[in-house]
């Protein structure tokens, strides 16, 4: 079975920071493209960043300069670097990716269970 766990979130400060990873676990061959999302108190779940397997990277634009996706291929592992966080970024954060189990494809869909951010002084 493939998980993806998230974690990271926490209650920080206007201006702050914070790193979510996104590690999948389970017998996988890669992780293709990937994709942080976030859903605030009421609202819909909005895209926020990207990343596709080469490494190219796309962002909404209110998180642009700000946030960064990365990814440690070795680890399975997907990240966003968040920094000068806002109020308005609020909201659980959930990790998706195309996951390729065993090199041969095609390549699986699968989402993390959230994790909390929360920015409030």
């Known amino acids: 079975q493939v998980l993806l766990v998230e974690s990271g979130g926490d209650l920080v400060q206007p201006g702050g920071s914070l790193r979510l990873s996104c590690a999948a676990s389970?017998?996988?061959?890669?992780?293709?493209?990937a994709g942080w999302y976030r859903q605030a108190p009421g609202k819909q779940r909005e895209l926020v960043a990207q990343?596709?397997?080469?490494?190219?990277?796309n962002y909404v634009d209110s998180v642009k300069g700000r946030f960064t996706i990365s990814r440690d291929n070795a680890k399975n592992t997907v990240y966003l670097q968040m920094n000068s966080l806002k109020p308005e970024d609020t909201g659980v954060y959930y990790c998706?990716?195309?996951?390729?189990?065993?090199?041969?494809?095609?390549?699986?869909?699968?989402w993390g269970q959230g994790t909390q951010v929360i920015v409030s002084s």
């Open positions: 389970g017998s996988i061959f890669s992780i293709d493209a």
């Open positions: 990343i596709t397997s080469g490494g190219s990277t």
């Open positions: 998706n990716a195309d996951v390729d189990l065993d090199g041969l494809g095609p390549v699986y869909h699968y």
